[in-house]
């Protein structure tokens, strides 16, 4: 079975580009979750979809941020325009419909280093 | 709301040696737990997690932890240090919609 995987795997794009990053969570998974890891500091929550809906956005920097999930499959984070603070590892985890609130393990992709300079 | 404390940024052990990362936590609701491990150019891979029942758990390559509620700790140990565990640890709590807080992360060097 694949796992979690993110695209690109680097990225290096001048302030004030814009910049595109995908996920493809693990098939089946309904649960996505985007975090993100500026260097130095914990990873931090970005936002959750179930299927093609947002769960929780409340983790997202501003509205130069925004995510989709089309037909519940893949997704995309997109950041324009990009600015330095916006720099960092961003990481994507897919998880099936817990039982349990919170108790469901997170899948892990390898992540997608962001440069902006 | 939840957090997570790491304390220890980096440790350092000799092979064979005992590895203990400390944890600890703050959580408004009863806590599920996780330790998660990145080595390089990976992403996070679960070690284990504590969701109910038996407060010691066990997860993968030889490691352990111990929930203990009246310490809000979730330590990670396990007994003898290998070369390839060399990598950085995370612990973290979840939410009740499965959001997870994170610790800042312990980077575990094994000296030969």
């Known amino acids: 079975e694949a796992g979690v995987t993110q695209f690109p795997s680097h990225s290096v794009i001048e302030k004030g580009q814009t910049v595109t990053l995908r996920c493809d969570p693990i098939?089946?998974?309904?649960?996505l979750y985007w975090y993100r890891r500026v260097m130095g500091k914990e990873i931090k929550f970005l936002l959750h979809?179930?299927?093609?809906?947002?769960?929780?956005e409340s983790g997202m920097p501003n509205n130069r941020f925004l995510a989709e999930r089309t037909g519940g499959t893949y997704s995309t984070l997109k950041v324009q325009p990009a600015e330095l603070e916006d720099s960092g590892v961003y990481f994507c985890?897919?998880?099936?419909?817990?039982?349990?609130?919170?108790?469901?393990?997170?899948?892990f992709g390898p992540g997608t280093r962001l440069t902006v300079l | 709301a939840q957090s997570v404390t790491q304390l220890g940024s980096h440790v350092s052990v000799s092979e064979g040696a005992l590895v203990l990362l400390r944890c600890n936590y703050s959580s408004s609701v009863p806590p599920y737990l996780f330790w998660y491990v990145q080595y390089p150019n990976q992403g996070l891979q679960l070690l284990l997690k504590?969701?109910?029942?038996?407060?010691l758990v066990k997860g993968i390559n030889g490691f352990e932890a111990e929930f203990k509620k009246s310490e809000t700790s979730f330590h990670l140990t396990k007994p003898s240090a290998h070369m390839s565990d060399a990598a950085e640890y995370f612990c973290?709590?979840?939410?009740?919609?499965?959001?997870?807080?994170f610790g800042r992360g312990t980077q575990l060097t094994v000296w030969p």
């Open positions: 973290a709590v979840s939410s009740f919609l499965g959001r997870l807080y």
């Open positions: 979809f179930v299927k093609e809906s947002k769960q929780d």
């Open positions: 504590y969701t109910t029942g038996a407060t």
């Open positions: 985890a897919s998880s099936q419909v817990a039982r349990t609130g919170g108790s469901d393990t997170q899948y």
């Open positions: 098939s089946g998974h309904d649960n």
